[in-house]
């Protein structure tokens, strides 16, 4: 049995279903009061009953409370978490469910007997991060490397679907112009969410990924000024855009995205995906894929 954290949300959603569609039988973990019912409703997030229509057995818990966390882990055999607190607030912040929630539940997973858990990380994650949330990554891999647990950690680049359809999406559908942070012309490590559900589906039964940290992005990077060219050809117009500089406010989108978009534009990104995509047999997805997909 597989316990997904996380299914609730985008990535998770995803992962727990395909999973299910291979055959594989699914725990997911649900809150009690989840935003997921709201959100999902405008495509944000998974409903507990999509994923319950799909064959998923639920059990409630949460990342801030340990001894539930144990039962979650009753009988499982590996757990994968996409959890994270980016979109929800409140009491759920980067230190109670990014560090010390998946913290609890990589202890969880071994005092249950769990062999294996494939955590989502992000790449550039480091203890020493400035940002909160890269810190908080940074030090759940060491705790995980360090749990007895065999281990697989994604890290992915920056997600296409959430990235690209929140600072390009959300002007479009308002009419209003895209805003970048200036120059807007470094290199992107976008990837597709769709990869990096493939690469925890994959890791789940390949030995390769045991003990691994895998870098995940597209076939090449990309600048925004690229991705918002590139969607304006798919839509057939030319897409307006206003910069800013780093630190200024970005309308239309919430505030916790500002600050990661002038992170973004500090520096050059770039993932060799050759070796990886032969490895695990998964073909990265170009920014004209998922923008045609996305945007088409
Ligand atoms: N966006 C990017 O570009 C990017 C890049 C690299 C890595 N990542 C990582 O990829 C992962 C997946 O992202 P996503 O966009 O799919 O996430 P998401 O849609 O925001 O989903 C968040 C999930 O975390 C759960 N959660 C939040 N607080 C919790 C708590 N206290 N206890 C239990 N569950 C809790 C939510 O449950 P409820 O529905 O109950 O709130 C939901 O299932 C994250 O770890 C993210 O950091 C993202």
Known sequence: MILVVGATGLLGGMIAKQLLANGQAVRVLVRENSPSAALAEQGMATSVESLVEAGAQTVVGDLKDRESLERACEGIETVITTANAFIRGGADTFESVDLDGTKNLIDAAVSRGARHLIYTSAAGSDPDHPHPLFRAKGRCEVHLESSGLEYTILQPGVFMEIWIGAIVGIPLKSEQPVT??????????????????????????????????????????????????????????EIPVDFIAPGDPVPLVPEAVGPLLAALEMEDSFIEMGDTSARYGIEPTSLDTFAARFFG
């Open 180 to 237: 970048l942070v200036e120059p807007g012309s470094r290199q992107q490590a976008f990837v597709s969410m769709a990869d990096v559900a493939a690469y925890a589906v994959a890791s789940v039964d390949d030995p390769n990924a045991l003990n691994q940290k895998i870098l995940i992005a597209g076939p090449e990077s990309y600048s925004w000024i690229q991705a918002v060219e590139n969607v304006g050809r798919v839509i057939g117009r």
